[in-house]
């Protein structure tokens, strides 16, 4: 059987992945962001997972305007690092997990989720910085990967509602599988409040986003009821990223045991929010 031991949220800002890649996380600027993971990384060897669900959000590098799936799942064997721009990430090819992805999208789809089967694909920054935030710099990424991407470069992106019930399907996905025992945590990358582009550019809401991480554990419900143009005027146009920690917090038991919660400001252009959640598991 596959169990969901927790799951963990995250900001995935791509100069946390340049900072560690390039020897700077000892610089007070980064430091100061670097010490509240140092949790997470204490707390994944405890968890000890064999699989990591990542759901986090393609930023129109795998896709473009060619093609965008709203949900979609990563079925292959293994999922190159994508060139952003200043060649790929020195970090290890991420390893997937076929026969569990295969399932879950199985199980979803005939939950009546749509999800886009995907057997090739590049990952990027929304994906390979949370690992790096928990992992560290490693030889090889001791855990397979299902990559589950979500659309929100371009709109319209999914309500925050869909997702939370999507995850509560995802959650139900994995629990039903039979042919392996499997630890699984779940990952929802994004967030926090930011705006990368335009007049306010640099936005940050601190009073939404520890509103937001107040309510997550003990009322997800809350924050299904927050539109698009909630999440664009109050967490600014890349605030919507919030809606993967939504997914995350559906596949998860009803009741969780909050573990760790770390809200930092300044990094980047965004507001680094980053959470551990336990599953109350029967
Ligand atoms: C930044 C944050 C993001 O989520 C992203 O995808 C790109 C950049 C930033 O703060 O720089
Ligand atoms: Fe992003």
Redesign the pocket.
Known sequence: MAKIIGGLTT?????LGAAMDNGKTEEPYWKAVFDGYERAKSWIVEASPDVIFLVYND?ATAFSMDLIPTFAIGCAEEFPIADEGWGPRPVPTVKGHPDLAWHVAQSVILDEFDLTIINKMEVD??LTVPLSLVYGQVKEWPVRVIPFPVNVVQYPPPTANRCYNLGKALGKAIRSFEQQDLRVVVFGT?GMS?Q?QGKRAGLINKKFDLAFQDKIGPNPQALTKISHLEFLRESGS?GI?LVMWLIMRGALSEQVKEVHRFYHVP????AVGHMIFESQEA
């Not at 900001?11 to 100069?15: E, K, L, Y």
Request: aromatic share 0%; proline share 6%; glycine share 12%.
């Open positions: 900001s995935h800002v791509p100069a930023h920054h929304g994004g930011h990368l890349e990223e990094a980047s252009n965004t």
